[in-house]
């Protein structure tokens, strides 16, 4: 009887360890399954966030055109212009028509524009008078829609007004 219980006992020992085995293989298959969705979703939604996953060139445009203030007297160039007033005030709206048109023509000064009513741009509003011959950009003060021609690195023309802009413009 006792060799009966020994054989028993191997048997169910045997049976436990194929069964703990088959658990181990099937704990193991359900995790890969799990990692191979997971990873199939991860592709999905990332090339769906791209657009699409060509590398494709995409051409960058480094808008030069809207300068703060503090950079007028450093621009490229021998002579240019820069137009400064608040894009914001839609009675100045015909001073950015003028630009655009200005910008079209075959000869033309480079100009440059600064908005005003950009927070970098608040130190140098004024209501009081303005400087008409400032050396630096510090001392520029600005009241109102603003053109000044710089030539060399120096002041030559002071334009104060939209009507005086526009016809400076023509």
């Known amino acids: 009887m006792a060799k009966r219980n020994t054989t028993k006992k ?3 020992l045997e049976v436990e360890e194929n069964v703990s085995l088959k658990n181990i293989f099937i704990v193991i298959l359900i995790v890969l399954i799990f990692l191979g969705i997971f990873y199939l979703i991860t592709v999905k939604v990332t090339d769906s966030d791209t657009g699409n996953s060509d590398d494709e060139e995409v ?13 007028s007297f450093n621009r490229a160039g021998d002579e240019y212009l820069v137009v400064y007033y608040d894009k ?3 009675a100045l709206s015909s001073i950015s028509s003028k630009i655009y048109e200005y910008r079209n023509k075959t000869e033309r000064i480079p100009l440059y524009e600064a908005d005003m009513s950009n927070v970098f741009n608040k130190e140098y509003v004024t209501d009081k008078d303005t400087n008409k011959e400032p050396k630096e950009a510090s001392e520029i003060m600005i009241n109102g829609a603003t053109l000044i021609r710089f030539k060399d690195g ?3 023309d002071y334009i104060e007004g939209q009507d005086s802009i526009l016809d400076y413009l023509g």
């Open 154 to 156: 120096k002041v030559v």
């Open 88 to 90: 914001s005030d839609s």
């Open 10 to 12: 191997k048997k169910e």
């Open 59 to 71: 051409e960058t445009e480094i808008q030069t055109e809207e300068i703060l203030v503090g950079s």
